[in-house]
């Protein structure tokens, strides 16, 4: 079946610190890979998506990229701002089996100046 | 493009009343919406899949007395908990895709339901 992996938080950084979420996943066909961003209070924004093998997916200085050999989709950024304090979710989707999400637990980051 | 509006943001409402949330998706149409539940510091639970002029489809353990799931038109989809109980408060977030199957999903921002 399919499913994801996310490292646990919560995760806390000083400004300016190199972030990486770690994110592996299992899927039974050829799924398309996603990071999601909570703020407090608010719902789910799309980060950043890549569909296929060797697809970088990048967006406000976040990437990740989708690894088939390892089956992973960690998300990276250089240099964390404070106002990057937020849950990060990693999904995969496989619409050749159905039309359902599946997220990981959510990783805690927060940024301190 | 691609906005899903969700309403009320927050409600509080007395052991026993219903509560209806609304989830619109304002610059496209969608045949399919999906309600998550999440819990303090949990991930997103599916509730069930909105499917519009048909019945929704509940996820095991969902009990679809309880949570009423109405999609009667391709930008309007809504959620009534009905005889709400102190467990039922929650934080309800709604989605929906805005292309085909290969598109990522657009989420509401959430709804604070706290039953007293």
């Not at chain 1, 296929?52 to 240099?79: I, M, V």
């Not at chain 1, 989707?93 to 959510?106: A, E, K």
């Not at chain 2, 509730?47 to 999609?71: C, P, R, W």
């Not at chain 2, 005889?83 to 085909?100: L, Q, T, V, W």
Request: glycine share 8%.
């Amino acid at each position: 079946g399919n499913s994801v992996t996310q490292m646990e938080g919560p995760v806390t950084l000083s400004e300016e610190a190199f972030l990486t979420i770690n994110c592996t996943y299992t899927a039974t066909g050829y799924p398309s890979l996603f990071w999601y961003v909570q703020y407090p209070g608010e719902g789910l924004q799309l980060l950043l998506k890549a569909t296929k093998a060797d697809d970088k997916g990048s967006n406000k200085g976040f990437e990740a990229t989708y690894r088939k050999e390892t089956t992973s989709f960690h998300l990276e950024k250089g240099s964390v701002q404070v106002s990057d304090s937020a849950v990060y979710f990693c999904a995969l989707s496989d619409p050749r089996t159905g039309n359902q999400f599946y997220f990981g637990t959510g990783t805690s980051l927060t940024v301190i100046p | 493009g691609a906005v899903v509006s969700q309403h009320p943001s927050r409600v509080i409402c007395k052991s026993g009343t219903s509560v209806k949330i609304e989830c619109r998706s304002l610059d496209f149409q969608a045949t399919t919406m999906f309600w998550y539940r999440q819990f303090p510091k949990k991930s997103l639970m599916l509730m069930a899949t909105s499917n519009e002029g048909s019945k929704a489809t509940y996820e095991q353990g969902v009990e679809k007395d309880k949570f009423l799931i109405n999609h009667a038109s391709l930008t309007l989809s809504t959620l009534t908990v009905t005889s709400a109980h102190p467990e039922d408060s929650s934080f309800y977030i709604c989605s929906a895709r805005a292309g085909d199957v290969y598109s990522p999903l657009h989420f509401g921002n959430g709804t604070r339901l706290t039953v007293t």
